[in-house]
């Protein structure tokens, strides 16, 4: 006899150190905005891996890309380019406006902590010796690894995690103020997210990044960007930053540059990269040809203007038919985001909330303490986006929760 989900998920719970709840849905296939499970129910996927899916599921242009790349050459060291490792880059290089070098990464965490090695040893050379603090923001996501979870607000509450790196602050978002108190002469680097996802999808103000960016040009700080989740057409521009009329020094990526598969970077102004010198940083799968063959067909599809307008049309579409619930209903409190990356606080548990969401056809995630998130693949349609209304208003109208 085959096995159900419940036999699948009790060897899931067995198999797994205990880091993430395992959902009762076991999921098989992809296409698109869609995802079927082992029992072949279908769902609407707003969680895209976590804002990862740029390009949909199953891609064809990806796959064929990585059928011929497979055939081709996997992996090399970091010390062979690569036409696909040279392609990328310069294409990312020239689509970021201001960035002049790259180092391309596994994951995000992994371009965040080679940024933070970056402004610090750059800061060392040209301010002093003890120039190494950063400062990161209340509510902030920047990942795991050490240097990165330091800058994570989390980590503040994890005391049993530390020691974690010294000289980092975490400042109020949005509050320039309370970002001045942090700066003196041992600054080195400000790492923001344009907006915060994992604190629960809330954007800065384009008031707030150019404020920023202000003070890092008087006190000679390097602004990294941490793109990660908004950036790579999330928000309806290539680049977060282009959203809010910023150029960073550094800039974060993963997520949707690799469209599903494992792949970050990190890029800089030559002025700060050349401060890297040879052996300093690295990583055995950095930059690969498979993976830079992806992002040059992921990137390639996300840069075309006609992909990031449907990017602003579908986010307002969903947008304007969120806020027509809110007003219908008394339970949706609040809905904030940009593009689609769209943050929903309602008045329901938000554990419960996704559990009937999930039964009812539409795979959602929490940010913050108490948000519905939505993040789905960026090439959703207006029928899609009226789908995830669709579901999402079944669930708050009947109001079992
Ligand atoms: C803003 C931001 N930075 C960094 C990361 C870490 O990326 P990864 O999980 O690929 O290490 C994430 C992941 O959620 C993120 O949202």
């Keep these: ?39 072949d129910k279908q769902y609407l996927d707003c969680i895209a891996g976590i804002a990862v899916m ?25 010390s062979y380019q690569t036409e696909p490792k040279i392609m990328a880059a310069e294409m990312l290089i020239e689509l970021s406006g201001g960035m002049n070098q790259i180092f391309f990464t596994n ?22 010796e003890d120039c190494k603090e950063i400062i990161a923001f209340k509510n902030s996501f920047h990942g795991r690894t050490y240097g990165a979870v330091t800058c994570t607000y989390k980590s503040v509450k994890q005391p049993e995690f530390a020691p974690y790196l010294p000289g980092v602050h975490h400042a109020d978002f949005n509050d320039l103020e309370s970002v001045k ?44 960007s941490d793109d990660i989740q908004a950036g ?18 550094i800039v974060c ?22 401060a890297f010198k040879y052996g300093e940083h690295g990583s055995t799968y950095a930059g690969n040809p498979l993976m830079t063959r992806i992002v040059l067909e992921v990137v390639d599809q ?6 990031l307008q449907n990017v602003i049309d579908t986010g307002n579409y969903l947008m304007e038919g969120l806020h027509k619930l809110k007003t219908d209903t008394n339970s949706i409190e609040e809905i904030r985001g940009k593009g689609l990356m769209i943050g929903i606080d309602t008045v329901y548990d938000i554990g419960k909330l ?38 999402i208003a079944h669930v708050i109208q009947k109001g079992d929760l």
């Excluded at 907006?195 to 103000?205: D, F, H, M, W, Y």
């Excluded at 009812?360 to 207006?382: D, F, H, I, W, Y």
């Design 253 to 274: 990526l993963a997520k949707g540059l690799g469209g599903g598969f494992p792949v970050g970077a990190f890029l800089a102004k030559k002025e700060f990269s050349s």
């Design 354 to 391: 996704l559990s009937a969401l999930e039964d009812n056809g539409l795979l959602a995630t929490q940010a913050g303490a108490k948000s519905l998130r939505l993040t789905p693949p960026l090439v959703m349609s207006k029928t899609e986006a009226d789908e995830a209304i669709d579901k």
């Design 181 to 224: 108190s942090f700066i003196s002469d041992k600054t080195a680097a400000i790492i923001v997210e344009p907006v915060q996802g994992e604190g629960g999808i809330l954007p800065a103000t384009e008031e707030f990044m150019q404020g920023l960016r202000a003070l890092c040009d008087e006190h000679k700080i390097i602004m990294i």
């Design 1 to 39: 006899m085959s096995e159900t989900s419940q036999d699948w998920k009790n060897r899931a719970i067995d198999a797994f150190m205990p880091l993430y709840s395992v959902k009762d849905v076991i999921l098989q296939r992809g296409k698109g905005c869609h995802v079927w499970d082992i029992d």
């Design 302 to 307: 996300i840069r075309q203007p006609e992909f």
């Design 54 to 78: 740029s390009v949909g599921h199953c891609n064809e242009r990806v796959i064929n890309a990585i059928k011929d790349q497979i055939e081709k050459m996997t992996m090399c060291s970091g």
């Design 232 to 249: 790579m057409g999330r928000i309806g521009t290539l680049f977060a930053y282009d959203a809010f009329g910023y150029k960073p020094d």
């Design 107 to 128: 994951s995000g965490t992994e371009a965040v902590e080679g940024s933070l090695k970056l402004a610090r040893k750059w800061a060392h050379v040209n301010k002093g």
